[in-house]
């Protein structure tokens, strides 16, 4: 009969001390959460103020892949050159904290600081609620070497297609002219081509970008395949990356107010 | 069936049992075998509850929990559960008590939050859009349950015995993370750890 307690209480020591007391897979931060990930790395990549060539990694959809999260970190690491890391969106496949946690966990072995946009999946469930508090706003911006990153909501259909997502009148707010900002790029989860777009506002979003002068690019994730296209005249590039799980991500550079797309398989 | 209906539903069957109880000398099978309090283990901050024996060895095991989870933890939830598990081995302590090692479980809880629905919305989602339940969760357990003699330590008391748990549980979405990603989540990241206490009238 002894022959159970020993390895039992053994085996109970062993699980207590790992801490997982959970109390609910949808509660939205607990004692050992990430918090404000997006300003911390942000404060960490500074203004790159004199950096003449901008050069990010744009990836998505990292739901239920941490397999190929975690190559995809040590292929970025192992590439110079690189300021930043852009993941635009479905970090999680319920929009639950431990998906979360897992996937934040691998990303912080990244050598350079990395982002996180809003996706669909991140809304579902109280992800919205996860999402603020362990990366930060929906909606925000970044002043990188003279080019400003205004990241933003497009999952229209988890706002109910309320009109308001994409917010325009925030968008356009952001990308006025302003000092030491001489190029706008715009990063979100669902690109305006999607069913999930609401379709009442792609004229406007288009507009936006296209009155934007030195508006260069907008970058988009969700539908797990690479593509790119220009919806309208303006000339500007609408580019899709590749999922997580489909082990390809976008290098995007940025030299003399141009910018220039490698697609990279890992 | 929505999440208010079923609310609804849930309330009613609370009041049917409950007048059941008072009338019928037949239901006697109504009224728990034991009380419940546990902390964490992915139904509450705090959860309390009703426990049933089941079976003529009493080594089946029914509980139905109410928890809540503050919003200052991570919340606000109300959190309801059903939880089965069966006491596989059973280890005669000398008098003072039993000790069973492993009771495999499962259980379901349904999450009552406003951004929480049984199903999502037909008419915005087609139907392989999002497949889950964001409020009907299905999970797997284990538990380890150390039970002390009531009458050796309680004499007097009407208290049988006052058991003590530990409860590792996880869920479907993080059984479907698990599985896809063997490589790199472990079994510790995705077992989630409750402990309660037991009193056996």
Same mark, same amino acid.
């Given at each position: 009969m002894r022959i159970f307690i020993v390895p039992a209480l053994v085996a109970m020591m062993g699980l207590l001390s790992c801490n997982n007391f959970e109390y609910s897979p949808n509660q939205v931060f607990d004692k050992n959460s990430y918090r404000d990930i997006n300003a911390g790395n942000l404060k960490r990549l500074g203004d790159g103020k004199g950096d003449d060539t901008v050069r990010f990694v744009l990836s998505g959809d990292t739901q239920r892949s941490r397999d190929e999260t975690v190559r995809f970190t040590k292929k970025v690491n192992d590439m110079p050159g690189i300021d930043f890391v852009v993941i635009a969106g479905d970090i999680t496949e319920f929009g639950v904290l431990q998906e979360m946690e897992w996937i934040s966990r691998s990303l912080s072995k990244l050598n350079v600081p990395y982002v996180a946009v809003i996706g669909n999946h991140d809304l579902t469930s109280r992800g919205r609620d996860a999402f603020?508090?362990?990366?930060?706003?929906?909606?925000?911006?970044?002043?990188? #070497? #003279?080019?400003?990153?205004?990241?933003h909501d497009t999952n229209s259909r988890e706002h109910k297609f309320d009109g308001n997502t994409p917010d325009i009148p925030w968008l356009k707010a952001e990308m006025q002219p302003q000092a030491g900002v001489s190029n706008f790029v715009g990063i979100s989860h669902v690109?305006?081509?999607?069913?999930d777009f609401d379709e009442k506002l792609v004229k406007g979003y288009t507009a936006a970008f296209a009155e934007t002068p030195g508006f260069l690019a907008s970058l988009h994730a969700h539908t797990h395949n690479y593509d790119?296209?220009?919806?309208?005249?303006s000339g500007i590039p609408y580019l899709t990356t590749s999922s997580m799980g489909n082990e390809e991500f976008i290098l995007a550079t940025i030299i003399n107010h141009k910018i220039s797309f490698e697609r990279i398989q890992f | 069936m929505s999440g208010y209906s079923f609310k609804m539903a849930f309330v009613a069957l609370l009041l049917i049992s409950g007048a059941l109880k008072s009338s019928a000398q037949g239901l006697k099978f109504l009224i728990p075998d034991n009380a419940i309090v546990q902390y964490a283990g992915s139904i509450g901050y705090f959860s309390v509850g009703a426990g049933y024996d089941l079976f003529k060895n009493k080594r089946g095991i029914l509980d139905l929990n109410y928890g809540y989870v503050p919003a200052s933890k991570g919340g606000e939830l109300n959190i309801v559960t059903a939880k089965f598990a069966y006491r596989?081995?059973?280890?005669?302590?000398?008098?003072?008590?039993?000790?069973?090692?492993?009771?495999?479980?499962f259980f379901l809880s349904y999450t009552f939050h406003p951004e929480l629905s049984y199903r999502f919305n037909r008419n915005r989602y087609s139907s392989d859009?999002?497949?889950?339940?964001e409020a009907l969760r299905p999970h797997l357990s284990i538990a380890t349950e150390l039970e002390l003699n009531g009458d050796k330590f309680l004499k007097g008391s009407g208290i049988r015995a006052v058991s003590l748990y530990t409860e590792f549980n996880t869920?479907?979405?993080?059984?479907?993370n698990y599985f896809q990603n063997t490589s790199e989540l472990t079994l510790a990241d995705i077992f989630q750890l409750g402990i309660g206490l037991r009193l056996k009238f």
């Open positions: 603020i508090n362990m990366f930060g706003p929906l909606n925000y911006s970044f002043l990188y #070497g #003279g080019v400003k990153f205004v990241c690109p305006p081509n999607s069913l790119l296209f220009y919806p309208d005249d | 596989t081995y059973e280890v005669q302590l000398k008098d003072w008590g039993k000790f069973y090692p492993f009771n495999p479980g859009y999002y497949r889950w339940s869920n479907d979405y993080y059984l479907i």
